[in-house]
């Protein structure tokens, strides 16, 4: 595969290899001594033109445990600055003999017109409102980790649904393993026609969370909407948001995830962010064994 751009062109047998793989670069890096030549002599450069925590420190780390070369290059302190256009900055990139480009960028699409005019491997870090592939295959390991399997699972996804390219590259892949997805998001937060993938949406807060397994929370990604907010920060908060009320009506052994940055005390309180039902920041853990497996998983593809 030359590139990884959505969860939509991936089939069960590459995301199970993925996850797979993932299994093993976890127990790599519980090691004492973490790194392995598997990528020794390649070069990898991640292209962010959106903030990031969580996506470029991993894909960092990732990188070098894999022996790779790693170069990061931020859009403030790029020539986009000064009026390079994208593809471009990309070609100059490949021009350096750069093996796999991991980009973020804030227009959907983006990353599949650069994948499309280029040579070199493509990552999506998370384009847009559109998808973030690696979050999703990072997701589906956390899960598996902790339930022991995906499908059948029952997973409800809750906030700003309209806005998260984490819930459209999960419901496209958990769809694929037949877990059963349901969303709740106020009315201006939900695609229109989103039933047409094949997830239940849910009319109220017990209805999402009292049959879940695993609950998924979302912030109100405000970078991605007009100024006026509706509903308010602090009716999102009442009528959406996790608290320790909310979670006695859901099973004791539900899994609370969240992509991050929480907006603690709007979407999720700190008490259960905090609790033994949260497994964030494990999914923070499992990225960097996620995206060593997507890296390899590239360079070993023609
Ligand atoms: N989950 C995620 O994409 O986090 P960052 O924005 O910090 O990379």
Redesign the pocket.
């Given at each position: 595969k030359k590139d990884f751009i959505s969860t939509q062109d991936l089939t069960r047998e590459q995301i199970d290899y993925i996850l797979n793989q993932a299994m093993s670069f976890r127990e790599i890096n519980q090691r004492e001594v973490k790194k392995i030549p598997t990528l020794k002599g390649r070069t990898i450069v991640n292209l962010f033109f959106e903030?990031?925590?969580?996506?470029?420190t991993s894909f960092e780390i990732a990188g070098k445990r894999l022996g790779a070369d790693v170069i990061n290059i931020s859009s403030s302190t790029s020539s986009t600055q000064k009026g390079e256009t994208l593809m471009d900055t990309v070609k100059n990139i490949e021009a350096m003999a750069s093996d796999i480009i991991v980009i973020r960028h804030s227009y959907s699409g983006s990353v599949k017109f650069v994948s499309d005019n280029t040579d070199a491997h493509i990552v999506n870090a998370?384009d847009g409102l559109n998808e973030?592939p690696t979050?999703c295959m990072l997701d589906l390991l956390t899960i598996k980790l902790q339930k022991g399997r995906l499908e059948g699972l029952n997973v409800t996804i809750i906030g700003d649904i309209a806005h998260s390219r984490v819930a459209r590259s999960n419901i496209w892949a958990m769809k694929t393993y037949g877990m059963n997805v349901t969303l709740f998001a106020p009315p201006t937060m939900l695609s229109v026609g989103v039933e047409a993938f094949g997830v239940n949406i849910a009319k109220n807060m017990d209805e999402a969370v009292s049959n879940a397994d695993v609950i998924i929370m979302l912030r109100i990604q405000r970078e991605r909407m007009a100024k006026l907010l509706i509903p308010s920060e602090r009716e999102y908060s009442k009528l959406f948001g996790l608290t320790p009320a909310v979670m006695q009506k859901a099973k004791s052994d539900v899994m609370v995830m969240h992509?991050?940055?929480i907006n603690r005390g709007v979407e999720l309180s700190s008490v259960v962010a905090d609790s033994a039902n949260s497994a964030i920041l494990d999914q923070v853990e499992n990225g960097v064994a996620v995206r060593m497996a997507v890296l390899s998983f590239l360079a070993m593809s023609k």
């Open positions: 903030a990031s925590t969580r996506t470029r998370g973030h979050q992509p991050g940055p």
